[in-house]
């Protein structure tokens, strides 16, 4: 502001600003020529000297000088885009805030101070040819700077939260990835112990009914080879009682048939009487099987005494009368009985 320009100085022009622009803007598009473009009179001799003189080189350079000035204070303001309080975590909103305010204040004093230093080199700028005296207080920037660090901190601790965040984050994806993956292993073992299960369930309910039907059937089979041994020793009983057949025994076989024994070994070369006495007595036995009624029940016998002899005829007319007919009542036992001879 102390600079001054060294030239030879127009008064007029020098106290009047205004007017020393405007003709000084006039020079340059009269330079050459020799009638004013404004009343279209001849320009006086030597005027164009004279204002060369007054605006010299160093007038110029001082002006250049201080446009640069200008532009480097310009420059120097501070313009800042800070994030929205919104974006910050919800604790250090209140922080934030609080800072923010008092930064702000602080720019915007920084920069009302930088825009009255480009007002007074504007100032300059039309006072080339005097010397300036400017009194102002010059802006303590301490605060502004240790209010933008503690916003920096604040900004800082958001985004260190945040990286943390991210890495817990990731670490409780993985470990939610694991836990899922495992549960997914665990159904597939369940379900496949389950199908197992089912598998076995069927398996075992298919050999219950498998032995619940073999027993059934060992039941069957003890029933009627009980039956049958009952038969079988009903038969002996006629064999031995009625006929005096007591050499010859029915015995049951484990495949559930009779075999005819003579002394213990299997019995060949039966008479025909004694074939004759073995089926009579089977048929007197089957006779009293539970099933039947005898009252109900007609009896036909054919021919019972062919080929025996007399004492076998006698012991077969007796088995007859005491098993179908009842000498206190004179009565049938069965409904009918209707007996076929050769023999009178």
Known sequence: MGTTVKAKVIERL???????????????????????????????????????????????????????????????????TLPDTANLYSDLQKEYTEIKERLL????????????????LETKKEKVFDELLIFEVIHDCSN???????????????????????KEKTAALN??????????????KLSTSKKRIAELETTI?????????ADKKVK??????????????????HLGQYFGKGDIVVKVTPDNKFQLLRGGKIAKNLSEGE???????????????????????????DDPISSLDANHLFNT????????????????????????THNY
Request: hydrophobic share 35%; aromatic share 8%.
């Open 144 to 166: 502004l700077i240790g209010e933008n660090k503690l916003l920096n901190n604040v900004i800082r601790a958001h985004n260190l939260r945040t990286q943390e965040f991210e």
């Open 205 to 213: 309910g298919s050999a219950v009914e498998n032995v619940r039907n």
């Open 14 to 80: 020098k106290s009047n600003p205004p007017i020393g622009a405007w003709v000084k803007t006039g020079k340059n598009l009269h330079e050459g020529k020799d009638i004013c473009e404004f009343c279209g009179n001849p320009l006086p001799s030597g005027l164009l000297s004279q204002l060369n003189d007054h605006f010299s080189d160093d007038y110029e350079n001082l002006i250049n000088d201080i446009r640069k000035q200008q532009s480097s204070v310009e420059s120097q303001k501070i313009v800042i």
């Open 275 to 301: 074939k004759t006495t073995i089926a009579f007595a089977y048929f007197c036995t089957k006779v009293d099987e539970k099933n039947n009624v005898l009252a109900d029940t007609v009896i036909y016998i």
């Open 317 to 340: 007319y007796s088995f007859i009368r005491n098993k179908f007919y009842d000498d206190a009542s004179r009565m049938l036992k069965c409904k009918q009985l209707f007996i076929s």
């Open 220 to 237: 069957e089979i003890e029933t009627k080879l009980s039956e049958t041994v009952k038969g079988a020793e009903t038969i002996n009983k």
């Open 175 to 188: 470990q939610l990835l694991k836990h899922y993956a495992s549960l997914f292993v665990q159904k597939e």
């Open 105 to 120: 204040v602080e720019i915007q004093a920084a920069n009302e101070q930088l825009e009255n230093f480009i007002k007074h």
